[in-house]
C-alpha cells in the first residue's frame, strides 16, 4: 500500500476551482505564519483538508538588491551581497568575488583558496543545521531545534573569531580574504566538529528513527528524476531524485578538486529522503571541514592586492560563477560595461524554482499539515528569489 | 566546441561565440529565432539545464538584451544565449513550454523591465512588487534614488563637509574663486 | 512631532463588501486607560514579565531570533516566548529593513495585536534606511508607520543584544512607559496618512483587529 | 518500520546528565569575539578628516563634521568622521581603507535605546563606553585596501649621476603615472598645503583618466610652471598627503611633470584657454622669474599688454641660475616659458631696471608694475677673513654653471649652509670632479633643504659635517696662498635654551677645527636687491622688504601718470620657493585686473 503511496505524481496542469461553490476554501499560509520559510507566503486553496491549489507569493523581502547593485561600486557591493541569503551570506560572497576576479584576471593566492573553502563548508553546516531544526519542527518535533541551532550557533561562533561577524562574515572579499586565521583557530574548528559530530549522532537517532516523523515524511513530496533537468532543479533536492550532480565537483572550484569526497545520491526522492540525505551531507561537511584544517597552508598571503577601490574599474565582459551551496546552484551573472560599477549582477538562487514553480505542483493533493513539512523539505530561503 | 558554434550559425544564424572559460561560452542569436534555437539546444545539444534567465537594459542601443544561460551536464558546459528586443516593443517568444520553471523568470522579466512574453502563465500577475505604479524598475532610467527619497521619509539632521572646501573655508578664504 | 498636521484619513471600512465590511472592526483604537496605583505597577509587572513576541520574520532580524528562542539563550527564562499568532502576542520585534509589501502586513498584524503591545525595532535599517537607504522598495524609519518602544543597534543585532533590548523593554513597561499603544490611539490619523501614502493598493480595513 | 524506530529516540536520555547548551547570563559572559566588528573607534589626534571613510561607505553611512576645539591645518582639515547607526552595516571597510589606520572597530555591540535620533555620534570625539576598546576589528597585518608603497620612481644611479649633469629623475610611463594616480583618495587636504591652492585631486584624476589635455588645463589654472614645478617644487602638497600618513604619500610632483611631459607644446594651445580679448592696457612686470611669469602668463589671459624686464640674458630666475640643470633641465624650463611669451608676453632680456631704465619710466608707461625681483644678493660669511678670493658665493656658483662657465673650484670644496642652495652647489661641485664638505650649524634633521636633497647629496658623495660654527677662513700657507684657503669651525652642541623652541646650537670651547679647501662656497642665504626703488615710488619698506597690502599692492600710484606698482614672491614672502612665488604672481594678477578695471574694489 505505501509503495503506491510513494509514486503519487501532481498533476502539471492546475486544478480550476470554482471558489463559489463554497465547496474550497482559500487561506494564506504566511507571512506571518510559523510554518512558514522566512517571509513569503502561500495562497492555497484547500478542499477538506486537502490542498487543491497552491501559489507561492513572494516579495516580502524584496530590497531590489540588483538595482542597488548598479548603482555601486564594485568594492561597494561586496558588504551588499551577502545580505542576500541570511543563513549562507558566504556564497553570495564567494561568487560575486569569484566573478570579478575572473572578469578582471586576479589569481588569489592559495591559502585564500583554502579559507574560502573552509568558510564556504562551514556556513554550509551551519545552515544545514538551521534547516534540520526547521524541518523536524514542521513536522511537531521540537527538539531538533533546541540542538541544532545551539550547534549552529556554535559555528557561528567559530565565523565571528575567524571574520568577525556573526551572520554576516563579510570575510570572501574580491581578491583573497579579508584576514589570516587567528591563533588556535583550528583547534577550535575541530573541538566544535567533535561536538556537532556527536550531536548529529543524537539527532539521528531522535529524528531519522522517529516513528511520526518517519511516517509524515515518507512519500511527502515526490520528486521524479525526470523533473530534475525539466524544473531546474538542483542540489540535494536533484541528488535525492538519483541524479547525481554536485557543482563542487561538477565545476571543480576553489579547493574541492583537493578534497576527498564523493558526491551522495539518494534514490526515494521524498521529504524522508531529502532529509536524511542533508544529514549525510552534513557528516560530509564535518569531514571535508577536517580536510580543509589539515591541508590548508598555515603560512603564504591571504589576499591579492586591489587597485584603489574608489576608481577600480573591471574590464567590460560578463560572466557567469556558480557554486553548490545548502540549497543547490547559486550563481553570480555578472556584466561589466567597463566602468567602475556593474551593468548587471543577476542572482540565481535555487531556491528560485525550488519554492515556486516545483512547490506549487507538489503542494496539490498534499495535506494542510504536511504543506509546512514539504515546504521546508525543498530547503528555500525566500530572499533569494526576490532579491 | 566550435562545432556547436557553426551548428548554431549555420541553424540559427548565431554569431559573435566568445570562450569566457573553458566551461562557459557566451553566443549571440535574432530574438525571433531564440525559442527554436533553446528547444534545439535543449534537446540535440544536451542543454538541458536552464539555470536562469534575466535581461540587461542596454539603454544605449535602446534594447534589452536577454539572457539565458544553459547547462549541459554531459559536457560540463554552460552557455550563455544572448538576444537583443526593441526597448519600445519588448515582446519575446516564451519558453515555459520548455522549461517548467521559465515562466517565473519570465514573469519577472515582465515585472521588472516591463517585457511581454505572450502565453506565459500569470505574467501579468505581480511577483514581487505590490500596488507599484512607477516605471519598470529595473530599466537604467529609473532612478532608485531619487524615487526613494522622493517617497520615504528620512531622518533629518544629517550634514556633511568636504575637506577641501572646508579647509578652503579655514584656512584660505580670501583666495579667488 | 510638528508634521503631524495631515489629513485625517476617512475611517470606513471602504473597498469591502457589504456583508464583510461588519467582519472587521471600523472604530479607530483608544487610548488606554491605566487602573488605579499600585494595580496598574502590579499589571505592568506581569506585562513586564511575560513577553509573547509575535513569530513575524518581517527581515533579516528574525535568523537571530532562533538561537534565542532555543536551549543555547533560551529567551524562556526571562518570561519571552513567541507566539504563532498576533491575537496572543505583545511584543512585535521588526527584524530590520521593511519593503512595502511586508509594511502592509506589519500594519496589519500590529492593529491585530492585542493591547498593551511594544515594538522592538532591530538594526540600522529600521532607524534611518540602513544599507537600502536608496532602495525603491524598503521605507527608511518604521517609527512612521507605528510606534516603536525600543531600537536595538547592529547588523545584525547578536541574539545577546536582543536579550538587552528586551531587559530594557521590561524596564521601560515596569515603569509604566510603554506608550506605543497609546501613541499610535492619539496619533491615528496622522499614522493612517503616513501609511497610506507609501502602501498604494491600501485594499484592507482602515483598522482592523 | 523496525524495532528500533521506537526504541532509538530514546537513547538520547544518555545526555540527560551533560553540562547543559545554555549559557547562562549571556549579556554578561559573552563579549565579542576579538576580531568582532563593533562599535566604531577612532582616534581623533591620528586621524586627519580626508574623508576616504566616507567616500567608501557605501550606506552613506559616515558624515564629516567640524569638531569644537579642533582647527583645520596643514595636513588636517579639522573634520571627524561622524557615523549613523541608522545606516551603518558594519562592514569595516571605512576601517580596511582608512588611510592613516585612525579608525577601528570595538568589540562591543550593545546600544539601546527608545529615541531612534541619538545612534549618531563622532567616534572619538564624544565619549563612548567602547572608546580605546583594546579587542575588535583592525585591518589584518599587511592588508589595506590603499597602495602603501608609491610606485618607484627611476633615477639615475649616483655613481652614474655625478658624472654628468644628465637629469636624474626620469619621469613616469603611462602605466607607472596611472597606478600611482590610482593611489589618490581625492580627500584633497593637499589643496589648502600647496601656496597656489592647485587643483591636486583634479588633475590626478586627469591622470587617472588618462584625459591630460584636461590634466594641463588644471595645472595651467594656477601653475604656468608646470615642467619647473613637476621637477623642483618644494611639494608641501605631499607633506600633507592623506596617502602619506599610512604609507608614502602620492608623488604629486611626478604626477604633474608626467601631465606636463606628455602634452607636447605644440598641443597646448588646444587644450588651454585663449587669451581675453585685449582691455587695452599695459602692465609691466619686473624679473622674469616664476612669480613674475606667472604675473605675466595670466595678466596675459585677461587681455593686458604685459611686458617683462629681465636682467640677466635668460628668462627663468632662479628656475634658471639657481636650479642646476640635473634637476631641472634648460628645454623643460623653456618650455614653460615658451608658452607663456606665445600668448603674447614680451620679455626684454637683459635690461636691468635701475640702469637701463628707472622704475618711475615704469610707472609712467605703464598702467601698473609687478615687482618680483626675488633675492639676488648672497649673504656673506661675515667671519674673519670671508672676502678670502676662495670664498664663493653659491647663487653665482650655480649661474656661473647655468652660463657654462669655468668654475674652476678646485679638488676640495667646502659648502656653508644647509639650505637647498647648499646642496644644489654641493652637488654641481661634485658633478665638476670636487671631493665636498658640507658644513652646517645644526644637525641634519634641522636643515632647511628638502630631505631628498640631503639624502641624494650624501649618497653621490658629499661628507656632511654636522653642528659646525664657522669661526674664520685663514689663506693657505706657502705656494697656496691665494688659491686655497684654511676653514676654521668651532664643533658646537644642541641646547635647548626655551622650552617649546627648537634647540640652538652653542659652541663647545676649545674644540676647534680647520681644514684646507680649494674652494669654499657660502650658501646661506640671500637677501634683495632694492636699490632700483626709490623714494618718489613711495614703496614703503619694513625690514628691507616692500611692504605689501593682502592684494599684493605695494604702492597705489596715482593715474594717469603713475601706475601702481605690487610686489610679490621670494622679495616679499616668507616660503621663498617657486610654488609661492607663482602663487603671488597669480595673486598680483588678478589684484592688478581689480585695481585697473575697477571691479569688486
Not at chain 4, 268 to 278: F, T
Not at chain 4, 454 to 465: D, P, S, V
Given at each position: 500500500?505505501?509503495?503506491?503511496?510513494?509514486?503519487?505524481?501532481?498533476?502539471?496542469?492546475?486544478?480550476?476551482?470554482?471558489l463559489?461553490?463554497?465547496?474550497?476554501?482559500?487561506m494564506?499560509?504566511?507571512?506571518?505564519?510559523?510554518?512558514?520559510?522566512?517571509?513569503?507566503?502561500?495562497?492555497?486553496?484547500?478542499?477538506?483538508?486537502?490542498?487543491?491549489?497552491?501559489?507561492?507569493?513572494?516579495?516580502?523581502?524584496?530590497?531590489?538588491?540588483?538595482?542597488?547593485?548598479?548603482?555601486?561600486?564594485?568594492?561597494?557591493?561586496?558588504?551588499?551581497?551577502?545580505?542576500?541569503?541570511?543563513p549562507?551570506?558566504?556564497?553570495?560572497?564567494?561568487?560575486?568575488?569569484?566573478?570579478?576576479?575572473?572578469?578582471?584576471?586576479?589569481?588569489?593566492?592559495?591559502?585564500?583558496?583554502?579559507?574560502r573553502?573552509?568558510?564556504?563548508?562551514?556556513?554550509?553546516?551551519?545552515?544545514?543545521?538551521?534547516?534540520?531544526?526547521?524541518?523536524?519542527?514542521?513536522?511537531?518535533?521540537?527538539?531538533?531545534?533546541?540542538?541544532?541551532?545551539?550547534?549552529?550557533?556554535?559555528?557561528?561562533?567559530?565565523?565571528?573569531?575567524?571574520?568577525?561577524?556573526?551572520?554576516?562574515?563579510?570575510?570572501?572579499i574580491?581578491g583573497?580574504?579579508?584576514?589570516?586565521?587567528?591563533?588556535?583557530?583550528?583547534?577550535?574548528?575541530?573541538?566544535?566538529?567533535?561536538?556537532?559530530?556527536?550531536?548529529?549522532?543524537?539527532?539521528?537517532?531522535?529524528?531519522?528513527?522517529?516513528?511520526?516523523?518517519?511516517?509524515?515524511?515518507e512519500?511527502?513530496?515526490?520528486?521524479?528524476?525526470?523533473?530534475?533537468?525539466?524544473?531546474?532543479?538542483?542540489?540535494?533536492?536533484?541528488r535525492?531524485?538519483?541524479?547525481?550532480?554536485?557543482?563542487?565537483?561538477?565545476?571543480?572550484?576553489?579547493?574541492?578538486?583537493?578534497?576527498?569526497?564523493?558526491?551522495i545520491?539518494?534514490?526515494?526522492?521524498?521529504?524522508?529522503?531529502?532529509?536524511?540525505?542533508?544529514?549525510?551531507?552534513?557528516?560530509?561537511?564535518?569531514?571535508?571541514?577536517?580536510?580543509?584544517?589539515?591541508?590548508?597552508?598555515?603560512d603564504?598571503?591571504?589576499?591579492?592586492?586591489?587597485?584603489?577601490?574608489?576608481?577600480?574599474?573591471?574590464?567590460?565582459?560578463?560572466?557567469?560563477?556558480?557554486?553548490?551551496?545548502?540549497r543547490?546552484?547559486?550563481?553570480?551573472?555578472?556584466?561589466?560595461?567597463?566602468?567602475?560599477?556593474?551593468?548587471?549582477?543577476?542572482?540565481?538562487?535555487?531556491?528560485?524554482?525550488?519554492?515556486?514553480?516545483?512547490?506549487?505542483?507538489?503542494?496539490?493533493?498534499v495535506n494542510?499539515?504536511d504543506?509546512?513539512?514539504?515546504?521546508?523539505?525543498?530547503?528555500?530561503?525566500?530572499?533569494?528569489?526576490?532579491? | 566546441?566550435?562545432?556547436l558554434?557553426?551548428?548554431?550559425?549555420?541553424?540559427?544564424?548565431?554569431?559573435?561565440?566568445?570562450?569566457?572559460r573553458?566551461?562557459?561560452?557566451?553566443?549571440?542569436?535574432?530574438?525571433?529565432?531564440?525559442?527554436?534555437?533553446?528547444?534545439?539546444?535543449?534537446?540535440?545539444?544536451?542543454?538541458?539545464?536552464?539555470?536562469?534567465?534575466?535581461?540587461?537594459?542596454?539603454?544605449?542601443?535602446?534594447?534589452?538584451?536577454?539572457?539565458?544561460t544553459?547547462?549541459?551536464?554531459?559536457?560540463?558546459?554552460?552557455?550563455?544565449?544572448?538576444?537583443?528586443?526593441?526597448?519600445?516593443?519588448?515582446?519575446?517568444?516564451?519558453?515555459?513550454?520548455?522549461?517548467?520553471?521559465?515562466?517565473?523568470?519570465?514573469?519577472?522579466?515582465?515585472?521588472?523591465?516591463?517585457?511581454?512574453?505572450?502565453?506565459?502563465?500569470?505574467?501579468?500577475?505581480?511577483?514581487?512588487?505590490?500596488?507599484?505604479?512607477?516605471?519598470?524598475?529595473?530599466?537604467?532610467?529609473?532612478?532608485?534614488?531619487?524615487?526613494?527619497?522622493?517617497?520615504?521619509?528620512?531622518?533629518?539632521?544629517r550634514?556633511?563637509?568636504?575637506?577641501?572646501?572646508?579647509?578652503?573655508?579655514?584656512?584660505?578664504?580670501?583666495?579667488?574663486? | 512631532m510638528?508634521?503631524?498636521?495631515?489629513?485625517?484619513?476617512?475611517?470606513?471600512?471602504?473597498?469591502?463588501?457589504?456583508?464583510?465590511?461588519?467582519?472587521?472592526c471600523?472604530?479607530?483604537?483608544?487610548?488606554?486607560?491605566?487602573a488605579?496605583?499600585?494595580?496598574?505597577?502590579?499589571?505592568?509587572?506581569?506585562?513586564?514579565?511575560?513577553?509573547?513576541?509575535?513569530?513575524?520574520g518581517?527581515?533579516?532580524?528574525?535568523?537571530?531570533?532562533?538561537?534565542?528562542?532555543?536551549?543555547?539563550?533560551?529567551?524562556?527564562?526571562y518570561?519571552?516566548q513567541?507566539?504563532?499568532?498576533?491575537?496572543?502576542?505583545?511584543?512585535?520585534?521588526?527584524?530590520?529593513?521593511?519593503?512595502?509589501?511586508t509594511?502592509?502586513?506589519?500594519?496589519?498584524?500590529?492593529?491585530?495585536?492585542?493591547?498593551?503591545?511594544?515594538?522592538?525595532?532591530?538594526?540600522?535599517?529600521?532607524?534611518?534606511?540602513?544599507?537600502?537607504?536608496?532602495?525603491y522598495?524598503?521605507?527608511?524609519?518604521?517609527?512612521?508607520?507605528?510606534?516603536?518602544?525600543?531600537y536595538?543597534?547592529?547588523?545584525?543585532?547578536?541574539?545577546?543584544?536582543?536579550?538587552?533590548?528586551?531587559?530594557?523593554?521590561?524596564?521601560?513597561?515596569?515603569?509604566?512607559?510603554?506608550?506605543?499603544?497609546?501613541?499610535?490611539?492619539?496619533?491615528?490619523?496622522?499614522?493612517?496618512?503616513?501609511?497610506?501614502?507609501?502602501?498604494?493598493?491600501?485594499?484592507?480595513?482602515?483598522?482592523?483587529? | 518500520?523496525?524495532?528500533?524506530?521506537?526504541?532509538?529516540?530514546?537513547?538520547?536520555?544518555k545526555?540527560?546528565?551533560?553540562?547543559?547548551?545554555?549559557?547562562?547570563?549571556?549579556?554578561?559572559?559573552?563579549?565579542?569575539?576579538?576580531?568582532?566588528?563593533?562599535?566604531?573607534?577612532?582616534?581623533?589626534?591620528?586621524?586627519?578628516?580626508?574623508?576616504?571613510?566616507?567616500?567608501?561607505c557605501?550606506?552613506?553611512?559616515?558624515?564629516?563634521?567640524?569638531?569644537?576645539?579642533?582647527?583645520?591645518?596643514?595636513?588636517?582639515?579639522?573634520?571627524r568622521?561622524?557615523?549613523?547607526?541608522?545606516?551603518?552595516?558594519?562592514?569595516?571597510?571605512?576601517?580596511?581603507?582608512?588611510?592613516s589606520?585612525?579608525?577601528?572597530?570595538?568589540?562591543?555591540?550593545?546600544?539601546?535605546?527608545?529615541?531612534?535620533?541619538?545612534?549618531?555620534?563622532?567616534?572619538?570625539?564624544?565619549?563612548?563606553?567602547?572608546?580605546?576598546?583594546?579587542?575588535?576589528?583592525?585591518?589584518?597585518?599587511?592588508?589595506?585596501?590603499?597602495?602603501?608603497?608609491?610606485?618607484?620612481?627611476?633615477?639615475?644611479?649616483?655613481?652614474?649621476?655625478?658624472?654628468?649633469?644628465?637629469?636624474?629623475?626620469?619621469?613616469?610611463?603611462?602605466?607607472?603615472a596611472?597606478?600611482?594616480?590610482d593611489?589618490?583618495?581625492?580627500?584633497?587636504?593637499?589643496?589648502?598645503?600647496?601656496?597656489?591652492?592647485?587643483?591636486?585631486?583634479?588633475?590626478?584624476?586627469?591622470?587617472?583618466?588618462?584625459?591630460?589635455?584636461?590634466?594641463?588645463?588644471?595645472?595651467?589654472?594656477?601653475?604656468?610652471?608646470?615642467?619647473?614645478?613637476?621637477?623642483?617644487?618644494?611639494?608641501?602638497?605631499?607633506?600633507a598627503?592623506?596617502?602619506?600618513?599610512?604609507?608614502?604619500?602620492?608623488?604629486?610632483?611626478?604626477?604633474?611633470?608626467?601631465?606636463?611631459?606628455?602634452?607636447?607644446?605644440?598641443?597646448?594651445?588646444?587644450?588651454?584657454?585663449?587669451?581675453?580679448?585685449?582691455?587695452?592696457?599695459?602692465?609691466?612686470?619686473v624679473?622674469?622669474?616664476?612669480g613674475?611669469?606667472?604675473?605675466?602668463?595670466?595678466?596675459?589671459?585677461?587681455?593686458?599688454e604685459v611686458?617683462?624686464?629681465?636682467?640677466?640674458?635668460?628668462?627663468?630666475?632662479?628656475l634658471?641660475?639657481?636650479?642646476?640643470?640635473?634637476?631641472?633641465?634648460?628645454?623643460?624650463?623653456?618650455?614653460?616659458?615658451?608658452?607663456?611669451?606665445?600668448?603674447?608676453?614680451?620679455?626684454?632680456?637683459?635690461?636691468?631696471?635701475?640702469?637701463?631704465?628707472?622704475?618711475?619710466?615704469?610707472?609712467?608707461?605703464?598702467?601698473?608694475?609687478?615687482?618680483?625681483?626675488?633675492?639676488?644678493?648672497?649673504?656673506?660669511?661675515?667671519?674673519?677673513?670671508?672676502?678670502?678670493?676662495?670664498?664663493?658665493?653659491?647663487?653665482?656658483?650655480?649661474?656661473?654653471?647655468?652660463?657654462?662657465?669655468?668654475?674652476?673650484?678646485?679638488?676640495?670644496?667646502?659648502?656653508i649652509?644647509?639650505?637647498?642652495?647648499?646642496?644644489?652647489?654641493?652637488?654641481?661641485a661634485?658633478?665638476?670632479?670636487?671631493?665636498?664638505?658640507?658644513?652646517?650649524?645644526?644637525?641634519?634633521?634641522?636643515?632647511?633643504?628638502?630631505?631628498?636633497?640631503?639624502?641624494?647629496?650624501?649618497?653621490?658623495?658629499?661628507?656632511?659635517?654636522?653642528k659646525?660654527?664657522?669661526?674664520?677662513?685663514?689663506?693657505?700657507?706657502?705656494?697656496?696662498?691665494?688659491?686655497?684657503?684654511?676653514?676654521?669651525?668651532?664643533?658646537?652642541?644642541?641646547?635647548?635654551?626655551?622650552?617649546?623652541?627648537?634647540?640652538?646650537?652653542?659652541?663647545?670651547?676649545?674644540?676647534?677645527?680647520?681644514?684646507?679647501?680649494?674652494?669654499?662656497?657660502?650658501?646661506?642665504?640671500?637677501?634683495?636687491?632694492?636699490?632700483?626703488?626709490?623714494?618718489?615710488?613711495?614703496?614703503?619698506?619694513?625690514?628691507?622688504?616692500?611692504?605689501?597690502?593682502?592684494?599684493?599692492?605695494?604702492?597705489?600710484?596715482?593715474?594717469?601718470?603713475?601706475?601702481?606698482?605690487?610686489?610679490?614672491?621670494?622679495?616679499?614672502?616668507?616660503?621663498?620657493?617657486?610654488?609661492?612665488?607663482?602663487?603671488?604672481?597669480?595673486?598680483?594678477?588678478?589684484?592688478?585686473?581689480?585695481?585697473?578695471?575697477?571691479?569688486?574694489?
Amino acid at each position: 500500500m505505501k509503495k503506491e503511496k510513494l509514486r503519487v505524481i501532481p498533476p502539471a496542469e492546475r486544478a480550476n476551482p470554482d471558489l463559489e461553490s463554497g465547496k474550497y476554501l482559500l487561506m494564506w499560509q504566511g507571512p506571518q505564519h510559523p510554518g512558514i520559510t522566512g517571509n513569503m507566503s502561500l495562497k492555497l486553496i484547500v478542499e477538506g483538508d486537502s490542498v487543491v491549489d497552491c501559489e507561492t507569493h513572494v516579495g516580502y523581502l524584496h530590497r531590489g538588491f540588483e538595482k542597488l547593485m548598479e548603482r555601486r561600486l564594485w568594492m561597494q557591493n561586496f558588504p551588499l551581497v551577502c545580505r542576500i541569503a541570511v543563513p549562507e551570506p558566504d556564497f553570495n560572497e564567494y561568487c560575486y568575488a569569484a566573478a570579478l576576479e575572473e572578469l578582471a584576471g586576479i589569481q588569489i593566492p592559495d591559502k585564500a583558496v583554502w579559507l574560502r573553502t573552509l568558510s564556504l563548508e562551514m556556513i554550509r553546516l551551519a545552515s544545514f543545521l538551521m534547516w534540520i531544526g526547521g524541518q523536524a519542527g514542521a513536522f511537531g518535533h521540537g527538539t531538533i531545534i533546541q540542538w541544532s541551532v545551539t550547534m549552529r550557533d556554535y559555528v557561528l561562533d567559530l565565523f565571528e573569531e575567524l571574520s568577525g561577524g556573526r551572520i554576516y562574515h563579510m570575510y570572501i572579499i574580491p581578491g583573497g580574504v579579508r584576514g589570516d586565521v587567528p591563533a588556535g583557530f583550528f583547534k577550535h574548528v575541530l573541538e566544535i566538529m567533535d561536538t556537532v559530530q556527536k550531536n548529529l549522532d543524537d539527532i539521528e537517532l531522535v529524528m531519522f528513527h522517529n516513528v511520526v516523523f518517519k511516517m509524515r515524511a515518507e512519500g511527502l513530496g515526490y520528486i521524479p528524476a525526470d523533473w530534475v533537468d525539466h524544473y531546474g532543479i538542483t542540489g540535494p533536492n536533484a541528488r535525492a531524485a538519483g541524479v547525481a550532480r554536485d557543482l563542487r565537483k561538477d565545476l571543480g572550484y576553489l579547493a574541492y578538486p583537493r578534497l576527498d569526497f564523493k558526491t551522495i545520491v539518494g534514490q526515494k526522492s521524498d521529504a524522508y529522503e531529502r532529509a536524511r540525505l542533508r544529514l549525510l551531507e552534513m557528516y560530509q561537511c564535518i569531514d571535508l571541514i577536517r580536510q580543509i584544517v589539515d591541508q590548508c597552508p598555515k603560512d603564504g598571503p591571504f589576499r591579492e592586492k586591489l587597485p584603489n577601490p574608489l576608481y577600480w574599474k573591471i574590464p567590460a565582459g560578463e560572466t557567469y560563477v556558480a557554486a553548490e551551496c545548502t540549497r543547490g546552484e547559486y550563481g553570480f551573472y555578472v556584466a561589466s560595461d567597463g566602468s567602475d560599477k556593474p551593468r548587471r549582477v543577476a542572482v540565481r538562487g535555487p531556491s528560485y524554482t525550488h519554492a515556486v514553480a516545483v512547490m506549487e505542483r507538489l503542494a496539490r493533493g498534499v495535506n494542510i499539515a504536511d504543506v509546512a513539512g514539504l515546504m521546508v523539505s525543498l530547503h528555500t530561503y525566500p530572499p533569494e528569489i526576490e532579491r | 566546441m566550435n562545432e556547436l558554434a557553426t551548428r548554431l550559425a549555420a541553424r540559427y544564424g548565431a554569431r559573435g561565440w566568445h570562450d569566457q572559460r573553458a566551461d562557459l561560452a557566451t553566443i549571440v542569436l535574432d530574438a525571433d529565432r531564440l525559442r527554436d534555437a533553446l528547444a534545439y539546444l535543449r534537446d540535440q545539444e544536451g542543454y538541458r539545464h536552464l539555470s536562469f534567465a534575466t535581461a540587461i537594459d542596454n539603454i544605449e542601443r535602446g534594447v534589452f538584451t536577454l539572457v539565458y544561460t544553459l547547462r549541459s551536464h554531459d559536457k560540463g558546459h554552460s552557455l550563455i544565449v544572448h538576444a537583443d528586443i526593441d526597448r519600445q516593443k519588448p515582446v519575446v517568444d516564451s519558453i515555459h513550454l520548455l522549461w517548467a520553471q521559465a515562466w517565473t523568470y519570465q514573469r519577472e522579466m515582465k515585472e521588472w523591465y516591463g517585457i511581454d512574453f505572450p502565453g506565459s502563465p500569470r505574467v501579468d500577475e505581480e511577483f514581487v512588487l505590490e500596488g507599484w505604479e512607477g516605471p519598470p524598475m529595473m530599466r537604467r532610467d529609473f532612478d532608485s534614488l531619487a524615487y526613494s527619497d522622493a517617497t520615504y521619509a528620512e531622518r533629518p539632521g544629517r550634514a556633511t563637509s568636504d575637506p577641501a572646501r572646508h579647509m578652503k573655508e579655514q584656512l584660505y578664504p580670501e583666495a579667488a574663486e | 512631532m510638528s508634521d503631524k498636521k495631515l489629513k485625517p484619513a476617512p475611517l470606513a471600512n471602504e473597498g469591502l463588501s457589504p456583508d464583510e465590511r461588519g467582519l472587521f472592526c471600523d472604530a479607530a483604537p483608544r487610548e488606554y486607560e491605566p487602573a488605579k496605583g499600585v494595580i496598574e505597577d502590579f499589571y505592568n509587572w506581569a506585562r513586564a514579565e511575560s513577553l509573547w513576541i509575535l513569530g513575524f520574520g518581517t527581515g533579516c532580524g528574525a535568523i537571530e531570533l532562533r538561537p534565542l528562542m532555543t536551549s543555547r539563550f533560551d529567551m524562556y527564562r526571562y518570561g519571552i516566548q513567541a507566539r504563532p499568532t498576533p491575537r496572543q502576542s505583545c511584543v512585535f520585534v521588526i527584524g530590520g529593513y521593511a519593503s512595502v509589501k511586508t509594511l502592509k502586513r506589519i500594519v496589519r498584524s500590529y492593529e491585530q495585536m492585542m493591547g498593551p503591545k511594544f515594538v522592538v525595532a532591530l538594526g540600522s535599517c529600521t532607524i534611518n534606511g540602513g544599507m537600502y537607504w536608496d532602495s525603491y522598495n524598503t521605507i527608511k524609519r518604521i517609527d512612521q508607520y507605528i510606534p516603536v518602544d525600543v531600537y536595538i543597534t547592529g547588523c545584525m543585532p547578536r541574539p545577546e543584544a536582543l536579550l538587552a533590548g528586551f531587559q530594557e523593554l521590561k524596564k521601560i513597561i515596569k515603569a509604566g512607559k510603554g506608550e506605543g499603544q497609546n501613541i499610535y490611539a492619539r496619533d491615528f490619523a496622522w499614522y493612517k496618512a503616513n501609511q497610506k501614502q507609501i502602501i498604494k493598493n491600501w485594499d484592507m480595513p482602515d483598522y482592523n483587529w | 518500520m523496525d524495532i528500533k524506530d521506537f526504541i532509538a529516540p530514546f537513547a538520547v536520555w544518555k545526555r540527560a546528565f551533560e553540562k547543559p547548551f545554555t549559557v547562562k547570563k549571556p549579556i554578561d559572559e559573552r563579549p565579542g569575539a576579538p576580531r568582532y566588528r563593533g562599535f566604531h573607534i577612532n582616534d581623533a589626534e591620528r586621524c586627519v578628516g580626508c574623508g576616504t571613510c566616507e567616500a567608501i561607505c557605501m550606506n552613506k553611512a559616515i558624515d564629516l563634521v567640524p569638531v569644537e576645539g579642533r582647527e583645520a591645518k596643514e595636513g588636517d582639515s579639522g573634520l571627524r568622521p561622524r557615523v549613523d547607526y541608522g545606516r551603518c552595516c558594519w562592514c569595516a571597510l571605512c576601517v580596511d581603507i582608512c588611510p592613516s589606520g585612525s579608525l577601528n572597530m570595538s568589540n562591543e555591540y550593545l546600544w539601546i535605546d527608545s529615541d531612534p535620533d541619538v545612534f549618531r555620534y563622532t567616534p572619538g570625539v564624544d565619549k563612548k563606553p567602547w572608546d580605546g576598546a583594546e579587542l575588535g576589528y583592525r585591518r589584518a597585518e599587511g592588508y589595506r585596501l590603499l597602495d602603501e608603497q608609491r610606485v618607484p620612481m627611476a633615477e639615475l644611479g649616483h655613481r652614474e649621476a655625478v658624472k654628468s649633469f644628465l637629469e636624474l629623475v626620469q619621469g613616469y610611463s603611462r602605466a607607472q603615472a596611472e597606478k600611482e594616480a590610482d593611489r589618490c583618495v581625492s580627500c584633497g587636504l593637499c589643496i589648502a598645503s600647496c601656496p597656489a591652492h592647485m587643483d591636486i585631486p583634479g588633475y590626478i584624476k586627469a591622470v587617472r583618466e588618462g584625459d591630460l589635455d584636461t590634466g594641463l588645463r588644471l595645472l595651467y589654472e594656477t601653475n604656468p610652471f608646470p615642467e619647473a614645478c613637476g621637477r623642483i617644487c618644494t611639494h608641501l602638497c605631499e607633506g600633507a598627503c592623506s596617502i602619506g600618513t599610512g604609507g608614502d604619500p602620492v608623488a604629486i610632483r611626478w604626477l604633474k611633470r608626467y601631465i606636463a611631459d606628455q602634452v607636447e607644446l605644440s598641443a597646448y594651445a588646444k587644450a588651454l584657454p585663449r587669451a581675453e580679448p585685449s582691455v587695452g592696457k599695459k602692465v609691466a612686470v619686473v624679473g622674469a622669474g616664476p612669480g613674475g611669469l606667472s604675473a605675466a602668463y595670466y595678466l596675459a589671459l585677461l587681455g593686458y599688454e604685459v611686458k617683462v624686464y629681465e636682467k640677466d640674458g635668460e628668462a627663468g630666475g632662479m628656475l634658471r641660475y639657481g636650479i642646476p640643470e640635473y634637476r631641472l633641465p634648460y628645454p623643460a624650463l623653456d618650455k614653460d616659458i615658451g608658452y607663456i611669451e606665445s600668448l603674447g608676453v614680451t620679455i626684454k632680456r637683459g635690461v636691468a631696471i635701475g640702469k637701463d631704465l628707472s622704475l618711475s619710466d615704469l610707472r609712467r608707461d605703464y598702467h601698473a608694475v609687478y615687482l618680483s625681483t626675488g633675492l639676488p644678493v648672497a649673504y656673506g660669511l661675515e667671519v674673519p677673513g670671508d672676502k678670502h678670493p676662495r670664498v664663493l658665493d653659491g647663487v653665482a656658483v650655480l649661474a656661473a654653471a647655468t652660463r657654462g662657465e669655468e668654475l674652476g673650484l678646485g679638488k676640495r670644496v667646502a659648502v656653508i649652509g644647509g639650505g637647498n642652495v647648499a646642496m644644489d652647489a654641493a652637488r654641481t661641485a661634485l658633478r665638476h670632479g670636487a671631493a665636498v664638505d658640507i658644513l652646517y650649524r645644526r644637525r641634519e634633521e634641522d636643515m632647511p633643504a628638502d630631505a631628498d636633497e640631503i639624502r641624494e647629496a650624501k649618497a653621490e658623495g658629499a661628507r656632511l659635517i654636522e653642528k659646525s660654527i664657522p669661526v674664520e677662513v685663514k689663506d693657505a700657507a706657502g705656494a697656496l696662498a691665494g688659491k686655497a684657503a684654511l676653514f676654521v669651525w668651532n664643533e658646537a652642541e644642541m641646547v635647548q635654551k626655551e622650552e617649546g623652541k627648537r634647540p640652538v646650537p652653542e659652541a663647545i670651547p676649545g674644540a676647534l677645527r680647520e681644514e684646507l679647501y680649494d674652494s669654499i662656497i657660502a650658501a646661506i642665504g640671500q637677501g634683495p636687491d632694492l636699490s632700483y626703488v626709490t623714494e618718489e615710488d613711495g614703496v614703503p619698506m619694513k625690514r628691507f622688504k616692500p611692504l605689501v597690502d593682502a592684494r599684493g599692492m605695494a604702492s597705489p600710484g596715482a593715474s594717469p601718470k603713475g601706475g601702481a606698482i605690487f610686489a610679490g614672491g621670494d622679495l616679499v614672502n616668507d616660503r621663498k620657493d617657486a610654488i609661492s612665488a607663482i602663487a603671488d604672481g597669480h595673486r598680483a594678477a588678478l589684484s592688478i585686473d581689480r585695481h585697473l578695471s575697477g571691479k569688486g574694489a
